[in-house]
């Protein structure tokens, strides 16, 4: 008998398409900031005419997304300006958008993932529109 490995955290084996697709362009909030918007009308359009994944449910993934990546951005100009470390009274200190940057940057890949916008995510069984649980009938049905 072989070995069986098992993996943690949730498996999508399926993914059911959504039951609201987004078919129509969408504008992006006008709250935006100005990179966030570029990436908005970046991304948007692929996701909705070309792939045609985004659902009304994955709007608000859409947007979390673009206002990660804008202030990324946004961090990224203020340490090009002022550089990663500032002296303090107390010495140097890294400066407070080193970690705005980090942060924002683990929040759009975590996004972007959910999106179908990396690589990997895009490679998943059920993202290229294949049979997603390898003919199993659910989770529990697995032969050992």
């Known amino acids: 008998m072989g070995e069986v490995i098992f993996m943690r955290g949730a498996k999508p084996f399926a993914i059911a398409p959504g039951s609201s697709p987004v078919r129509e362009p ?3 909030p006008d709250w935006l900031s100005e990179d966030a918007r570029a990436e908005w009308n970046r991304v948007a359009p692929i996701l ?3 792939r045609r994944t985004l659902t009304v449910t ?4 859409l947007v979390n997304y673009c206002v990660a990546v804008g202030r990324a951005a946004e961090a990224e100009r203020i340490i090009n300006a002022e550089g990663m470390i500032y002296q303090s009274k107390t010495g ?3 400066h407070p958008a080193v970690a705005i940057s980090s942060d924002a940057q683990t929040q759009a890949r975590l996004l972007a993932g959910e999106l179908g916008l990396t690589p990997v995510s895009r490679s998943r069984p059920a993202a290229r529109g294949g049979e997603g649980n390898s003919g199993q009938s659910s989770l529990f049905d697995v032969d050992f």
């Open 92 to 94: 140097p200190k890294k």
């Open 48 to 50: 909705i005419e070309e």
């Open 26 to 28: 969408l504008d992006p």
């Open 58 to 61: 994955d709007i608000a993934t």
